[in-house]
């Protein structure tokens, strides 16, 4: 406990980021009693702090001519297994408590991917919606001047996150391009005609159902006939609700801040399609769904996990589904629950899941396609080379293949139950820890 305290007095007033250490620490302080090494060089407490924390100002120019000012950040966490590695988030949300609880969360999700990939997050508390492009361009100018001096394709490479698509991470590249007159691969989820790679705007969304496949394959079953709540409808979101349909699964909800859909007939492709231009061209609120499909239902100020199923996704944000949400799922039938967003579930709801013995897989896993693939551009970028979508595809079941036997291998439990958030945890530290331990005191 002692560890535990150091942490929390030096990080006071970090509730997101003591909550993640705390889920870690549940199990990973008891594995280390048994691997004394491990105490010996202090590996918890040194993972727990970053390398390197940037913090800076970001004024732009709206199109009245204002003078705005943002600030910015990256957290560089630990680069024992590579370069830094993780995404940019823009949104009024973004604090330092928030980007290293999620730079904490990256190190051990890209130790699970198995590709040589450090952990960081950053971005800004800059909110794109409702600003222009050139606002959104003249924002990411500034934000790369500044960052730009702390990155780079052997040393730090940026992804996108909330409010950080396709055309956020375009503005970065450009402005970095101009600044260093280099073209390296320093940013992923680039477009595919300059340096992207296949299937990297799916791959999160994929990935998660490729990892609950796993589990039903174990099991000796699909996902054929299952029903799925899915939260959420971003990126994530869409692509795992295609990939479910593809896999003949019935996906009935999606949601957003003001309140989720319900559509007992199911969400087909026509249906997901209104969707992503709802969502990604007009960027409208869900609630417009049930204009064009009368027969579903729409629930304002809510969230989906009252709604019966046998699966749900939380693909949202961080602490969206809590106790009372976790026992309503349950009393509802549902039996798997995998994320899609980043911590989305409380410790009080994991506890019931696990106390109930719910299949629960924390994102650091089930959500891990996304770095996955991102890590796959970096070796695309290295090699001056395209791969087609088929092998990107391939290569990443394969990752998401190796992070089931590595839950499965650490995870397992005396009745037989597999405990993915224990065999996520572990697996995942003890890659870190082992480099981190032939590298020195540093």
Same mark, same amino acid.
């Given at each position: 406990?002692?560890?535990?305290?150091?942490?929390?007095?030096?990080?006071?007033?970090?509730?997101?980021?003591?909550?993640?250490?705390?889920?870690?620490? @549940?199990?990973?302080?008891?594995?280390?009693? @048994? *691997?004394?090494?491990?105490?010996?060089?202090?590996?918890?407490?040194?993972?727990?702090?970053?390398?390197?924390?940037?913090?800076?100002?970001?004024?732009?120019?709206?199109?009245?001519?204002?003078?705005?000012?943002?600030?910015?950040?990256?957290?560089?966490?630990?680069?024992?297994?590579?370069?830094?590695?993780?995404?940019?988030?823009?949104?009024?949300?973004?604090?330092?408590?928030?980007?290293?609880?999620?730079?904490?969360?990256?190190?051990?999700? *890209?130790?699970?991917?198995?590709?040589?990939?450090?952990?960081?997050?950053?971005?800004?508390?800059?909110?794109?919606?409702?600003?222009?492009?050139?606002?959104?361009?003249?924002?990411?100018?500034?934000?790369?001047? %500044?960052?730009?001096?702390?990155?780079?394709?052997?040393? #730090?490479?940026?992804?996108? #996150?909330?409010?950080?698509?396709?055309? @956020?991470?375009?503005?970065?590249?450009?402005?970095? &391009?101009?600044?260093?007159?280099?073209?390296?691969?320093?940013?992923?989820?680039?477009?595919?005609?300059?340096?992207?790679?296949?299937?990297?705007?799916?791959?999160?969304?994929?990935?998660?159902?490729?990892?609950?496949?796993?589990?039903? &394959?174990?099991?000796?079953?699909?996902? %054929?006939?299952?029903?799925?709540?899915?939260?959420?409808?971003?990126?994530?979101?869409?692509?795992?609700?295609?990939?479910?349909?593809?896999?003949?699964?019935?996906?009935?909800?999606?949601?957003?801040?003001?309140?989720?859909?319900? #559509?007992?007939?199911?969400?087909?492709?026509?249906?997901?399609?209104?969707?992503?231009?709802?969502?990604?061209?007009?960027?409208?609120?869900?609630?417009?769904?049930?204009?064009?499909?009368?027969?579903?239902?729409?629930?304002?100020?809510?969230?989906?996990?009252?709604?019966?199923?046998?699966?749900?996704?939380?693909?949202?944000?961080?602490?969206?589904?809590?106790?009372?949400?976790?026992?309503?799922?349950?009393?509802?039938?549902?039996?798997?629950?995998?994320?899609?967003?980043?911590?989305?579930?409380?410790?009080?709801?994991?506890?019931?899941?696990?106390?109930?013995?719910?299949?629960?897989?924390?994102?650091?896993?089930?959500?891990?396609?996304?770095?996955?693939?991102?890590?796959?551009?970096?070796?695309? *970028?290295?090699?001056?080379?395209?791969?087609?979508?088929?092998?990107?595809?391939?290569?990443?079941?394969?990752?998401?293949?190796?992070?089931?036997?590595?839950?499965?291998?650490?995870?397992?439990?005396?009745?037989?139950?597999?405990?993915?958030?224990?065999?996520?945890?572990?697996?995942?530290?003890?890659?870190?820890?082992?480099?981190?331990?032939?590298?020195?005191?540093?």
């Amino acid at each position: 406990m002692n560890i535990l305290t150091t942490i929390e007095k030096r990080n006071s007033g970090e509730p997101e980021f003591l909550q993640a250490v705390n889920e870690v620490a @549940e199990y990973i302080i008891p594995f280390i009693g @048994e *691997n004394p090494k491990f105490e010996k060089y202090k590996v918890f407490e040194r993972m727990a702090e970053p390398e390197r924390v940037l913090i800076f100002r970001v004024p732009w120019v709206d199109d009245a001519g204002e003078i705005q000012i943002n600030r910015g950040y990256r957290v560089q966490m630990n680069s024992a297994i590579g370069p830094y590695k993780g995404g940019l988030r823009f949104h009024p949300s973004v604090n330092l408590s928030v980007l290293k609880f999620l730079a904490f969360e990256q190190t051990f999700k *890209n130790s699970l991917t198995g590709l040589p990939m450090g952990g960081a997050k950053g971005g800004s508390d800059f909110d794109p919606k409702g600003k222009s492009d050139a606002e959104v361009m003249r924002f990411c100018q500034s934000f790369m001047t %500044e960052l730009y001096r702390h990155i780079g394709p052997d040393l #730090d490479v940026p992804a996108g #996150d909330i409010g950080v698509g396709k055309r @956020e991470i375009g503005y970065l590249f450009g402005q970095y &391009k101009r600044l260093k007159n280099e073209f390296t691969g320093v940013l992923t989820g680039k477009g595919f005609e300059w340096g992207g790679s296949r299937i990297r705007p799916e791959a999160t969304g994929y990935g998660l159902i490729y990892f609950v496949q796993e589990i039903f &394959k174990d099991e000796g079953k699909t996902l %054929e006939g299952k029903v799925i709540a899915i939260s959420g409808s971003g990126n994530v979101a869409q692509f795992a609700a295609e990939k479910s349909i593809q896999c003949g699964a019935k996906v009935v909800t999606m949601s957003d801040s003001n309140g989720y859909i319900y #559509d007992p007939e199911g969400i087909d492709f026509e249906k997901l399609a209104f969707i992503t231009n709802l969502k990604e061209i007009r960027r409208g609120r869900i609630s417009e769904y049930i204009n064009a499909y009368p027969s579903a239902n729409y629930v304002a100020d809510a969230k989906p996990w009252a709604v019966p199923c046998d699966i749900a996704l939380p693909c949202a944000t961080q602490n969206e589904l809590n106790e009372t949400d976790a026992q309503q799922l349950i009393n509802n039938g549902c039996r798997f629950v995998a994320e899609g967003a980043n911590m989305p579930c409380t410790r009080e709801a994991v506890a019931i899941f696990n106390k109930q013995k719910i299949t629960y897989v924390p994102g650091k896993a089930a959500n891990a396609g996304g770095v996955a693939v991102s890590g796959l551009e970096m070796t695309q *970028n290295s090699l001056r080379y395209a791969w087609v979508k088929d092998k990107v595809d391939d290569r990443l079941k394969m990752i998401i293949r190796g992070i089931h036997a590595t839950c499965v291998k650490y995870g397992k439990e005396a009745d037989g139950h597999i405990n993915y958030e224990k065999g996520a945890n572990i697996g995942g530290f003890v890659k870190v820890a082992e480099a981190m331990i032939d590298q020195g005191v540093v």
